[in-house]
T-cell receptor, first 112, second 110 residues
Framework: GESVGLHLPTLSVQEGDNSIINCAYS??????FIWYKQESGKGPQFIID?????DKRQGQRVTVLLNKTVKHLSLQIAATQPGDSAVYFC???????????FGKGTHLIIQP | NAGVTQTPKFQVLKTGQSMTLQCAQDMNHEYMSWYRQDPGMGLRLIHYSVGAGITDQGEVPNGYNVSRSTTEDFPLRLLSAAPSQTSVYFC?????????FGQGTRLTVV
């Protein structure tokens, strides 16, 4: 079954607002998590990652939060822009450097 | 800086035909993998390789073969295409910073 999933298939936000995309995982052995952004017709692009020994990691306009107690991962995008419109996937790694398991994706829609 | 290059970008096959999806990376990564992406299913791992000469099965390996004769190349072979293999295929090359994906191959089997 699916070990990584997303709570909402579609998320609609106003331009300029903050976006929060959630992800749940079920494998306690997972020690590395990644968020990917996939624009229409393109391959997934790395956004940000976090290891299991961290609770929070910040990038440029993006923050990933990891709650190991409830096996929950979230991606926060500050001041959402039209270029943020894409499908966002979380992925977990529990079988080594290459064994990524992906969630089903959340489509982020930006309203003007 | 090419990164991960996949060819072809689009392909239509008849049931029973064979073909090879090509993947090449120029980042000298040891780890490479193939995923398929279907609507509502996310990305599912088909096969992966931890280095030249070593391959292993992922979640959905049936109907696909791979080989890894060099670090740079990781081709995916469909020996006898089936309509269930209609999908978008992504090759990824991985290092400690995560997986870097190609642009994808959209395959239709009729």
């Amino acid at each position: 079954g699916e070990s990584v999933g997303l709570h909402l298939p579609t998320l609609s936000v106003q331009e300029g607002d903050n976006s929060i995309i959630n992800c749940a995982y079920s494998n306690s052995a997972s020690d590395y998590f990644i968020w990917y952004k996939q624009e229409s017709g393109k391959g997934p692009q790395f956004i940000i990652d976090i290891r299991s020994n961290m609770d929070k990691r910040q990038g440029q306009r993006v923050t990933v939060l990891l709650n190991k107690t409830v096996k929950h991962l979230s991606l926060q995008i500050a001041a959402t822009q039209p270029g943020d419109s894409a499908v966002y996937f979380c992925a977990e790694n529990w079988r080594g450097a290459d064994g990524l398991t992906f969630g089903k994706g959340t489509h982020l829609i930006i309203q003007p | 800086n090419a990164g991960v290059t996949q060819t072809p970008k689009f392909q239509v096959l008849k049931t029973g035909q064979s073909m090879t999806l090509q993947c090449a990376q120029d980042m000298n990564h040891e780890y490479m993998s193939w995923y398929r992406q279907d609507p509502g299913m996310g990305l599912r791992l088909i096969h992966y390789s931890v280095g030249a000469g070593i391959t292993d099965q992922g979640e959905v390996p049936n109907g696909y073969n791979v080989s890894r004769s060099t670090t740079e190349d990781f081709p995916l072979r469909l020996l006898s295409a089936a309509p269930s293999q209609t999908s978008v295929y992504f090759c990824a090359s991985t290092n400690s910073e995560g997986a870097f994906f190609g642009q994808g191959t959209r395959l239709t089997v009729v």
